[in-house]
């Protein structure tokens, strides 16, 4: 199984809003990314989380809030976002064995903010 | 630094064979990879290579790297329209965490 689920599939929400994206996997793998994806461009990584402690945060606004509660899931609390944070929002996994390990992505949240 | 670049737009007949090429300029580069991205929809892992090999071969896929040049390509035969997609280069570099850099990506059209 190399499979990464993620929930919502689409998600609309106003800029005073508080919503969680979902990703999840049970390919024992533990590190698990958080991707931004905006039209016609590649996914720009945000945060990385390895043996569930953040292990990488790419400069990202605290608007947006990761959080990794076991080996198998991981979050992306979202709050008072703006229109400009509307993309598509990816979630991927690998083994955190050094650096090369073959990422594999969930099919993603789209993400429209009002 | 790191920096993956691809040509933007490909269109191929459909039977014909595709080729998508990337160049990257880090030679510390560890794996390269390809991955494929439909229409709203999330990437797909097609192939990767590590970065001691010449060649990968994976049934309608074909993986070529020249390490001398930093150059990557992807041939696919016999294209099909369900083939139509965005392709991605991507890299990793040894940097003790897990940074893939991806490219812009080439969007590949198949014509019926």
């Known amino acids: 199984d190399t499979e990464v689920t993620q929930t919502p599939k689409h998600l609309v929400m106003g800029m005073t809003n508080k919503k969680s994206l979902k990703c999840e996997q049970h390919m024992g793998h533990r590190a698990m990314y958080w991707y931004k994806q905006k039209a016609k461009k590649p996914p720009e990584l945000m945060f990385v989380y390895s043996y569930e402690k953040l292990s990488i945060n790419e400069s990202v606004p605290s608007r947006f809030s990761p959080e990794c509660p076991n080996s198998s899931l991981l979050n992306l609390h979202l709050h008072a976002l703006q229109p400009e944070d509307s993309a598509l929002y990816l979630c991927a996994s690998s083994r955190p064995q050094g650096s090369g390990e073959t990422q594999y992505f969930g099919p993603g949240t789209r993400l429209l903010v009002l | 630094g790191e920096d993956v670049e691809q040509s933007l737009f490909l269109s191929v007949r459909e039977g014909d064979s595709s080729v998508i090429n990337c160049t990257y300029t880090d030679s510390s580069s560890t794996y390269l990879y390809w991955y494929k991205q439909e229409p709203g929809a999330g990437l797909q892992l097609l192939t990767y290579?590590?970065?001691?090999?010449d060649m990968k071969q994976d049934q309608r896929l074909t993986v070529l790297l020249n390490k001398k040049d930093k150059h990557l390509s992807l041939r696919i035969a016999d294209t099909q329209t369900g083939d139509s997609a965005i392709y991605f280069c991507a890299e990793t570099v040894p940097g003790g965490y897990q940074k893939v850099t991806f490219g812009i990506g080439t969007k590949l059209q198949v014509i019926p």
């Open positions: 290579i590590f970065s001691n090999m």
